[in-house]
């Protein structure tokens, strides 16, 4: 099965879609703004004579020259971390303020967690959670690295995360019982990630797809669940498959108390609205306030983006 | 009451207590303590820790917080490693001095290019020029204007030893 022949309907230039699968992706790094500015970082750029380019809907990121961005000083401070372009979307749909308790569901190995830390000027809590625990090792090593003092670190599945840890069902002050923010970037096929890693087509298979389906609609449910009246959760891919993106949100407003909400990327970055219909199925027509991203509008990964808001 | 326990648990993070009259578990340090240290080998001003909570988990390590949890915390991880205690001389970590060093007023080593490339490497060097204290230091560069702290450094006998930890070190020549 080749994806792209199977998603041929979804996408407006099926020839400029295939050749932009085939080109390597860009280096892209993000601005830690926890321990820098935008500013002092270009200037230490340019001093280091590292050549880069701004991107232009989002002044944080830079496209480097180099495949190595490890080696130079402003990363060795600490103020740069590299995290795909694309990938900065999820983060920015939660749009966390200051002081606020946001839970990253599979956050390892914490580009979108630190991102998150940062959004919320390294204050308030980011419950950076993986079931992995030797990613989650990675998540810290990071975290650290870019001096972040606002995550806390837990090892649960998502699935059924318990706020025992926190001194959920006690009266204990200082005790964590729901979520204002929640972010799912769910484990998932990762066609969409077919730039970096060529043999992402070619571990396709439709009972692969169906068998994380299902985890995902379990976790986002579990978001929904633990998610304060009023807060919000993201759902995130980086998969171009219906059934694991309008099919898993569709199926959680079935079930839990939440509906979509509007978000839009910053101007300047292109993305097509998510789809109704898919393969005999229908989805509620909200889905068309959720975000596909195909590779060759934005010179990105694939991406699926949604926010929902907890109603009760 | 923060330190509810009545010994060190290396599996859960404990909150420091206060102050000495707080204090339940033997040799824990008091927050007033880890300020005090702060405060009196780098010149790092009380307030700049008004918004962070401290945290005990292991021996004497100590972590910094941004907000406030119920104690003890069983989970993997929270906030920034930053000091070792329980010891003769206490360590701050790499990461403590590169988030919070900014703030340094004393016991901050400046170096050159070359000699700032040797340290990031972890390159011990002999350093006959100082006139500090001996013992850990922050040692800083100039980069973008401003000086920017490198990591900790071990200061005796005219050499300045790099703590650099392995897996942060870096040929940046």
């Given at each position: 099965?080749?994806?792209?022949?199977?998603?041929?309907?979804?996408?407006?230039?099926?020839?400029?879609?295939?050749?932009?699968?085939?080109?390597?992706?860009?280096?892209?790094?993000?601005?830690?703004?926890?321990?820098?500015?935008?500013?002092?970082?270009?200037?230490a750029?340019?001093?280091?004579?590292?050549?880069?380019?701004?991107?232009?809907?989002?002044?944080?990121?830079?496209?480097?020259?180099t495949?190595?961005?490890?080696?130079?000083?402003?990363?060795f401070?600490?103020?740069?971390?590299?995290?795909?372009?694309v990938?900065?979307?999820?983060?920015?749909?939660?749009?966390?303020?200051?002081?606020?308790?946001?839970?990253?569901?599979?956050?390892a190995?914490?580009?979108?967690?630190?991102?998150?830390?940062?959004?919320?000027?390294?204050?308030?809590?980011?419950?950076?959670?993986?079931?992995?625990?030797?990613?989650?090792?990675?998540?810290?090593?990071?975290?650290?690295?870019?001096?972040?003092?606002?995550?806390?670190?837990?090892?649960?599945?998502a699935?059924?995360?318990?706020?025992?840890?926190?001194?959920?069902?006690?009266?204990?002050?200082?005790?964590?019982?729901?979520?204002?923010?929640?972010?799912?970037?769910?484990?998932?096929?990762?066609?969409?990630?077919?730039?970096?890693?060529?043999?992402?087509?070619?571990?396709?298979?439709?009972?692969?797809?169906?068998?994380?389906?299902?985890?995902?609609?379990?976790?986002?449910?579990?978001?929904?669940?633990?998610?304060?009246?009023?807060?919000?959760?993201?759902?995130?891919?980086?998969?171009?498959?219906?059934?694991?993106?309008?099919?898993?949100?569709?199926?959680?407003?079935?079930?839990?108390?939440c509906?979509?909400?509007?978000?839009?990327?910053?101007?300047?970055?292109?993305?097509?609205?998510?789809?109704?219909?898919w393969?005999?199925?229908?989805?509620?027509?909200?889905?068309?306030l959720?975000?596909?991203?195909?590779?060759?509008?934005?010179?990105?990964?694939?991406?699926?983006?949604?926010?929902?808001e907890?109603?009760? | 009451?923060?330190?509810?326990?009545?010994?060190n648990?290396?599996?859960?993070?404990?909150?420091?207590?206060?102050?000495?009259?707080?204090?339940?578990?033997?040799?824990?340090?008091?927050?007033?303590?880890?300020?005090?240290?702060?405060?009196?080998?780098?010149?790092?001003?009380?307030?700049?820790?008004?918004?962070?909570?401290?945290?005990?988990?292991?021996n004497?390590?100590?972590?910094?917080?941004?907000?406030?949890?119920?104690?003890?915390?069983?989970?993997?991880?929270?906030?920034?490693?930053?000091?070792?205690?329980?010891?003769?001389?206490?360590?701050?970590?790499?990461?403590?001095?590169?988030r919070?060093?900014?703030?340094?007023?004393?016991?901050?080593?400046?170096?050159?290019?070359?000699?700032?490339?040797?340290?990031?490497?972890?390159?011990?060097?002999?350093?006959?020029?100082?006139?500090?204290?001996?013992?850990y230091?922050i040692v800083?560069?100039?980069i973008?204007?401003?000086?920017?702290?490198?990591?900790?450094?071990?200061?005796l006998?005219?050499?300045?030893?790099?703590?650099v930890?392995?897996?942060?070190?870096?040929d940046?020549?």
């Amino acid at each position: 099965m080749d994806p792209i022949e199977r998603y041929a309907t979804l996408i407006d230039d099926v020839t400029a879609f295939r050749d932009a699968c085939a080109r390597p992706l860009p280096s892209v790094v993000r601005v830690n703004t926890i321990k820098s500015s935008v500013g002092r970082t270009q200037e230490a750029l340019n001093e280091a004579n590292i050549n880069y380019e701004p991107i232009g809907w989002h002044s944080g990121l830079f496209k480097l020259e180099t495949n190595r961005p490890g080696i130079s000083w402003p990363y060795f401070h600490g103020w740069l971390h590299g995290q795909e372009e694309v990938s900065v979307l999820p983060a920015l749909a939660v749009d966390p303020d200051p002081g606020e308790i946001v839970w990253d569901a599979c956050a390892a190995p914490g580009s979108k967690t630190t991102q998150l830390a940062a959004l919320m000027d390294d204050t308030g809590v980011v419950i950076g959670n993986d079931n992995n625990l030797g990613r989650l090792s990675a998540l810290r090593h990071n975290a650290e690295r870019l001096g972040v003092t606002n995550l806390v670190v837990t090892n649960q599945d998502a699935r059924n995360f318990s706020f025992n840890p926190f001194g959920g069902r006690t009266e204990r002050a200082n005790r964590i019982e729901a979520f204002d923010h929640a972010l799912v970037d769910a484990p998932c096929s990762c066609e969409g990630t077919i730039r970096k890693n060529p043999d992402a087509f070619e571990q396709w298979s439709r009972e692969h797809v169906m068998s994380v389906v299902a985890i995902q609609k379990d976790i986002l449910r579990r978001a929904v669940q633990a998610t304060r009246p009023g807060g919000t959760v993201v759902y995130s891919t980086c998969t171009f498959a219906p059934e694991e993106n309008e099919g898993v949100v569709n199926h959680v407003l079935e079930s839990e108390s939440c509906r979509v909400v509007q978000w839009n990327p910053p101007a300047g970055f292109k993305t097509i609205s998510g789809i109704t219909h898919w393969d005999n199925e229908s989805y509620d027509p909200s889905m068309e306030l959720t975000h596909r991203v195909y590779p060759h509008h934005n010179d990105t990964g694939g991406f699926f983006c949604a926010k929902l808001e907890v109603t009760s | 009451m923060n330190d509810r326990t009545a010994s060190n648990d290396g599996q859960q993070f404990d909150r420091l207590p206060a102050t000495a009259t707080d204090r339940v578990v033997a040799g824990r340090p008091t927050r007033e303590e880890i300020i005090q240290w702060w405060n009196s080998r780098f010149g790092i001003s009380p307030t700049i820790w008004d918004y962070h909570t401290f945290w005990e988990k292991g021996n004497g390590k100590i972590w910094a917080v941004a907000a406030e949890y119920v104690s003890p915390l069983p989970i993997e991880g929270v906030g920034l490693r930053i000091l070792r205690t329980r010891q003769e001389h206490w360590k701050p970590s790499t990461n403590a001095v590169q988030r919070f060093g900014t703030h340094a007023s004393k016991n901050v080593l400046t170096l050159e290019d070359e000699a700032a490339l040797r340290f990031a490497d972890g390159t011990d060097q002999s350093l006959p020029r100082w006139n500090g204290d001996w013992g850990y230091l922050i040692v800083a560069h100039k980069i973008a204007g401003k000086s920017e702290p490198i990591g900790v450094g071990l200061y005796l006998h005219d050499e300045l030893r790099s703590t650099v930890p392995k897996g942060r070190r870096e040929d940046l020549s």
